[in-house]
């Protein structure tokens, strides 16, 4: 009877990827400051879009900037009801930060695309936009 099979498999390349992808990594880091601007222009379409009744909901748009996200908030307690607005007290939902968003979505993704295939090329991959 015949012993098991043997199947040899010999991947090349993976000692240079995975200095690739150590790199990558560390650059990713740099899409802070992306994310940064990202969420300055969002927090600047935002704000003029927030109705106004005493400024305090408009001046307290804030950023939040991390490696792989940025966060447009308020701290006001009456952000998300002006937001979403209230059905049973008759307030309409003001979408400003729903509006924005939907204004900038193109911008936004260009920047994305743009920073991650810089990314890519510093780390020596050949990357394409689809």
């Not at 993976?14 to 560390?26: F, H, N, S, T």
């Not at 001046?59 to 009801?81: F, G, I, N």
Request: without cysteine.
């Amino acid at each position: 009877m015949a012993g098991p099979a043997r199947v040899t498999l010999k991947v090349s390349g993976v000692k240079e990827l995975q200095a690739a992808y150590r790199k990558v990594g560390a650059n990713v880091a740099d899409m802070q400051d992306v994310w940064d601007a990202i969420g300055q222009g969002v927090a600047d379409g935002i704000r003029p879009r927030t109705p106004f009744r005493t400024g305090v909901l408009r001046r307290s748009w804030e950023v939040r900037a991390h490696k792989t996200k940025a966060q447009v908030l308020s701290q006001v307690e009456y952000a998300a009801p002006v937001e979403y607005g209230v059905r049973r007290r008759g307030i309409p939902p003001a979408r400003m930060v729903y509006d924005t968003l939907k204004a900038q979505e193109a911008e936004i993704a260009e920047t994305i695309d743009r920073e991650l295939l810089a990314i890519g090329k510093r780390a020596d991959f050949t990357a394409s936009k689809s």
